[in-house]
């Protein structure tokens, strides 16, 4: 059952936090029935960090040729906007580090995911398509975006859109579907 399988994952967490010194993130995928009670249960079991998402790799099918064939897509921005709701709902509600992991490819998809709230941001589709040293232009592009709002770090805007900072969670939440139909 998913009660079952939320129960493993919080006994793994706690078994893991047990046996070593490091902190442990948990990489959570956004299929869980009530992502923040497992969240919270996570960090209640040791966890000091989450991933918010992981994404399977999922087969195609070859319709012609009646056969499965694996297939990895990389991630695009438009895969942020799941990640960003989650962080900034639950920024300032746990007490763990945040991490967003697929969407995040451009500058503004940085600063999206900082105002979320998250601590970190992961970029490994980006790497893919542009090679490891597009880290710099995305490092000049977010300071130049500071510099033109006159932020002086990254730590002035994390959280600013989080729901723990606009207190605003219909904005965040399914009501807000409604407002965007209207």
């Known amino acids: 059952t998913g009660a079952e399988v939320e129960q493993m994952y919080i006994d793994l967490v706690r078994d893991v936090t047990a046996s070593v010194r490091i902190p442990v993130s948990v ?47 990389l991630s695009t921005s438009a895969e942020l906007r799941l990640r960003l709701r989650w962080v900034a709902l639950l920024n300032g509600q746990i007490e ?11 500058a503004e998809d940085a600063v999206k995911g900082l105002m979320a709230g998250a601590n970190v941001l992961m ?11 597009y880290l710099g232009q995305l490092n000049d592009e977010l300071n130049a975006w500071l510099d033109t709002y006159a932020y002086e770090s990254v730590s002035e805007i994390r959280g600013l859109l989080s729901h723990a900072q606009i207190g605003d969670s219909a904005a965040l939440e399914r009501a807000n579907y409604l407002n965007v139909l209207r």
């Open 27 to 73: 990489k959570l995928s956004p299929y869980f029935s009530a992502i923040a009670n497992i969240s919270r249960r996570l960090v209640g079991a040791g966890a000091k960090g989450l991933v918010l998402f992981n994404r399977f790799y999922q087969p195609d099918f070859d319709v012609v040729n009646r056969a499965i064939v694996p297939s990895i897509d």
């Open 123 to 133: 970029l490994a589709s980006a790497l893919i398509q542009h090679g490891v040293g």
């Open 96 to 106: 763990a580090d945040m991490a967003i992991t697929g969407g995040v490819h451009t």
